[in-house]
């Protein structure tokens, strides 16, 4: 096909000639009506099919034959068709309406590819050697359509009118009256008119025009009449008319009327008729001019009209007016009224015969261009308002009325900051009072910047007035904003808006606030917030609490203010620890970026001593800088004087003093715990030093000291300790223990302690446990102690207990020695008892340094298999038990090992078989014991008497019965 089809072109071709396809005229009056009809045909080839669906709106009725509009492939189908008015619902007399048809179709039809627009290309295909359009072969694309065509017409109800009666004027000569008559027809274009006498000595002239003249043949006729018909596409509508002539004859008027408060001008001679019955004229003005006023305590207006169509009637004796008329259509500015603009569209006006003004002016609202409702930029009343709205005029003989805004819509104002639209309310209208209410909502996220804040919106839901009458109103409502980006603060501040009749009333809610200082965490706030009813941020004051990271403890904050985006104070103080040191922040002054603190520094020796910190600074990203302190440390046998700067968690700087005879010089680092200072220093010994009543002499020193700290540095601090770091070698005490490392003594509370890190064996010739340990040498006591980690072996071969390693504290002196420990597990037994949470005691005496006693305690677990067989008066039963030892034991050590029996409990279950005079069966028992295990060298056993309950009483045995136990462990 070479174009698309479309079925509704064969379908009434008048209607369709045109977008806007003509008329239909029917009579109410006589019923006729005119009509289109047309007919067509299509032919599709092997490509082609579609279907149209036909509807319309209005007074109209179609007919199509055959009435479904569709074709196929290689078909040929005609239609043929009509449209006419619907009497029924068709308008009154005198007016018309629009009506329309609409057909939408959906074709298929085929085309050379590329040769065409519109549609949807669905699929190609070759048209071969014997195309239309391609003799040698070409491409061809199967295309799909769809789409609508409308149509309108006019559906004109027509009608003719006359007045009630035809007044002629008598002649001054004859016994005759003579004038003219102009009949008045809908539609006033087009058509025919045809005039006839119905009864009475009439004469008619020009009888196919619309205006006939008439001649009353004798004036003392009263019931004369004619009759005019209009004709109009064969559709017609007739009027009728008395004729009689009149005492007075219709006066022209040619400079202007006045009709109540209106004085009308005449740009030319108006158009008048004969009297009627009462003697009344009628005129009809098309181009009249007039000044129009509205008079309200909204806002006067007042326009200049021209062409004002004015129609009315006049006693030709007495002057006096009737029907009075004005109409007007246009558009015709009149400027503002308050925050619209307004042109007049059309007015209908009528005057009494007493002079009263009433009607109405049709009226525009337009504003095309945004307006501020506040003057301060802020509350915006967007262009794009319309609607029709009307002024009424009160009934009086003044231009007094009042406006009805009823109409008036598509109200949208924003509230605006920096440019930024923050919160809307839209598609608001007036009431016919000129009103309007409604809310306005936020522009959730919009941010704009304020004072140098940047505030971001949250909720919104504030209520809003604006009204001819009292102008534009923020009422009462609520809603939250988030504060940023203010220099010196990070985070977000969320304030809850409070809002009561415009005026707002900030305060900074807890939950959604997150702020930080100086990188400190800012608590407890007791802030004031100023923000204003124009959505203006400038102000947070008052105090808080400040928690910095690395700070024991929150500061106050007395002094705390934010104003124009930036912090301007920030007074603080408090006490915390920092570093393990506690700081008394006395003061703190804020210069952008940092925060500089007055402070003091607690260092507690024998007494708490305050020294002042120089240089104590936080920087904006948290960071903090301590300068350095100064002091003296007096504390026997140390006396030292030092400067250090801060670095970390310590001071470290140089120093010289004395410790006890000894005179030094070095390096300190002077550090805190959480209770305590502690200082370390590296030194010089001058001297040589004897230790007490131990016979060791240090010959020479070289290394650490440091007051309260552990025996070694690198452990770490150690409250009421003073050491000191040798190069030393040590004997063994009494052929007992032997220690090997090196050493470092503690003085403290006159006593010298000597640490040794190395190794140790107890016994040294019958070994029971060795390992690694820390060992204490305390002079002048002569005591050793410390503590091992070892293997447990009882006896030496391990047989009656090994244990996995274990911590052993032991204590050698005063002629004796012990050892302890806890916690242990392992075996016992060569491996088959289990032995947990158990602990050993051991004591000698140093005169007898291979003998040894003790207790050893603990859980033991076991499983073993035992065989029971019992028989009485011919009755006997067997079977196999198994046996769970679980008991905790507590037994005597020696060197030897263990001797002796310890109780222990034991249960079991298993089968047995038992045979009895009556019967013989096998059941389920279980059973238990308190039974002894006995030890004897390298050999235990454990024996007793298993009670055995039954599951039910046997004959001779009842429900228990009592048999041997006896294991080999």
Known sequence: MKHPI????????????????????????????????????????????????????????????????????????????????????????????????????????????????????????????????????????????????????????????????????????????????????????????????????????????????????????????????????????????????????????????????LTVQFAAVPDSSTPDAQGFCSYNVAHAQMTLKMENQIENKQAAVQNVKLVYRKNCKTGEFKDVTLTWTGNQPLGAIKFIDASMKAFSLAVSSDGKLSGSVTLNASLNQDKDLTGKNLMILKKGINGDFKFNFSGGASFAGSFDFLGVKDINIHIVKTGTVIAKFENGALDAGGKLTGTFTAVGGAAYKSNAFTVTMGDLSLDLELSMAGGFKVLNGSGSVLISDMKGVKGTAKLSLAFNQGNCNATLAIAGTNITAFTMMLTDLTLSVTFNSDFDMIEFDGSLKAQHTKFDAAIAVSEFNVKNGSLTKFSASGKVKYSKFTFELISATYAPVELTISAKVELNVTATVKLQVDKFKIAEDGTITIGGIAGDFHKTPVDVSFSATFQTN?????????????????????????????????????????????????????????????????????????????????????????????????????????????????????????????????????????????????????????????????????????????????????????????????????????????????????????????????????????????ATISASINASGMAGSFGVYVTGNGTLTFDTWIWSSTITVSGWSNAQVSVSGNSASMSGTMTINLPFSIPFWGNQVSAGLSVSI
């Open 650 to 886: 310590r001071f470290k700087g140089n120093f010289n003093g004395t410790f006890a005879t000894i005179g030094l010089e070095g390096a300190v680092d002077v550090g805190a715990e959480a209770t305590y200072n502690f200082g370390y220093f590296k030194l010089t010994a001058k001297v040589n030093v004897p230790l007490g009543q131990s016979g060791l002499k240090l010959t020479q020193l070289g290394g650490e000291v440091g007051f309260n700290y552990q025996l070694q540095p690198s452990a770490g601090p150690s409250q009421g300790t003073y050491v000191i770091g040798l190069t030393i070698g040590v004997a063994d005490v009494a052929n007992f223990c032997e220690v090997v490392g090196n050493p470092v003594i503690q003085l403290g509370n006159s006593t010298v302690i000597m640490t040794l890190n190395g190794t140790i064996s107890i016994l040294k010739n019958n070994t029971f446990f060795n390992g690694t340990m820390n060992v204490n040498y305390k002079l002048p006591d002569n005591k050793i102690w410390g503590s091992v980690g070892t293997t447990v072996k009882i006896p030496g071969n391990g047989y009656i207990l090994t244990t996995n390693n274990v911590s052993v504290s032991f204590n050698i002196g005063g002629g004796a020695w012990s050892a302890s420990g806890s916690g242990m597990g392992g075996n016992m037994f060569n491996g088959v008892v289990n032995f947990s949470d158990g602990n050993v005691s051991l004591n000698g005496s140093l005169s007898s340094p291979t003998q040894l006693s003790g207790n050893l305690g603990g859980k033991a677990s076991a499983t073993f298999s035992q065989t029971v067989s019992e028989s009485m008066a011919g009755n006997s039963f067997s079977g196999t038990l198994t046996i769970d030892m679980n």
């Open 6 to 261: 479309l079925l509704l072109a064969s379908f009434f071709p008048i209607l369709l000639s045109s977008q806007n396809v003509g008329s239909l005229y029917l009579s109410k009056q006589t019923g006729e009506f005119s009509s289109f009809s047309g007919s067509g045909s299509k032919t599709t080839d092997q490509h082609e099919n579609g279907t149209v669906n036909v509807s319309h709106t209005g007074p109209i009725s179609w007919t199509v034959d055959p009435a479904d509009f569709s074709i196929g492939t290689n078909e040929t189908k005609t239609w043929s068709g009509t449209v006419q008015p619907d009497m029924a619902a068709a308008p009154a007399p005198g007016r018309s309406v629009e009506a329309t048809m609409r057909a939408d179709y959906d074709v298929n039809f085929s085309r050379p590819q590329g040769t065409g627009s519109g549609g949807t290309p669905t699929s190609s295909y070759s048209c071969g050697d014997s195309c239309w359009y391609h003799p040698t072969g070409g491409m061809h694309e199967m295309v799909n359509m769809t789409g609508t065509i409308e149509r309108t017409l006019t559906v004109y109800s027509i009608e003719v009118t006359l007045p009630d009666t035809i007044c002629l004027a008598k002649s001054q000569t004859a016994n005759s009256a003579t004038g003219n008559s102009t009949a008045t027809a809908f539609p006033a274009a087009g058509g025919s008119f045809q005039w006839t006498v119905l009864n009475g000595p009439l004469t008619l002239t020009n009888a196919n025009s619309q205006t006939a003249g008439i001649t009353l043949n004798d004036t003392t006729v009263t019931n004369s009449k004619v009759k005019v018909k209009f004709t109009i596409q064969g559709v017609s509508y007739e009027a009728e008319a008395v004729v009689k002539a009149c005492d007075c004859i219709c006066k022209k008027i040619t400079t202007g009327e006045t009709f109540g408060p």
